[in-house]
């Protein structure tokens, strides 16, 4: 796992119910997974030009509500010549932000789902997505997917479906005992208490997500990284 950076903000945003006075701090992680033949990126975090001011750079003025730190950007700390795909596990600024920093070739992987709601103004709105973050995939390798998808054709790399915090969000499992759980649930404990933040397309959708990944966690022994927790991620290699 590789922290880009750090997102500030009130503590009712991220969890329903908090006092909306606290402040929470937590990383922007991006992961990096590595077999003979292939290097693949899990997100890329947060673009440095987004830092200093996001709602400058976004131009939307509820991008001011977050306080944004680079730690280092991803390109920074992975050689990204040598990706093979990328990817995107949604669209928000903090996963989706660093596309620009990455190598044009570089094919990236998406739910079909996803794409298309980024180019409905309505669910752009709803979901705080960004079109200057992602509009360059408009001419790139973009591979869409619909649903579960084995991205390598053996198992080893499985693409979830877990749709709700946006309209096409996936998460991956690695091998059968990870999944990156990405923001289904930004704290462990909302996994199972569902205290999701104050905004999502369908809170419904994503409290039945929760539950997959529970369940996952619970009948096959999986572990299940969240989003966001201060208290569980950690920069280094991941045991699996």
Known sequence: MFNVGWI?????????GEDPAARIRFPVPAYLVETERERILIDTGLHPSAVASPEGYYERPEAGLFELELEADIAAQVDVSTLTRVVLTHLHFDHAGALALLPSSVPVV??????????????VRRNFFYPRD??????????????????????SLTLLLTPGHTPGHQSVMVGE???LGADVAHFSVTLDDKRFPSFADDFSAQA?????????????????LPGHDPDVLRPGPLLI
């Open 8 to 16: 500030s903000s009130s503590a009712a945003v991220w969890r329903q």
């Open 110 to 123: 998406l739910q079909r789902r996803e794409w298309e709601g980024a180019h409905d103004t309505a669910t």
């Open 134 to 155: 992602y509009q360059l995939l408009e001419d790139r390798d973009l591979m869409l997917v619909d649903g579960d998808h084995d991205l390598l054709g053996d198992g």
């Open 177 to 179: 005992r990870l999944v």
């Open 208 to 224: 039945r997500s929760a539950d997959r990944l529970r369940e996952l966690r619970e009948d096959a022994g999986v572990t299940v």
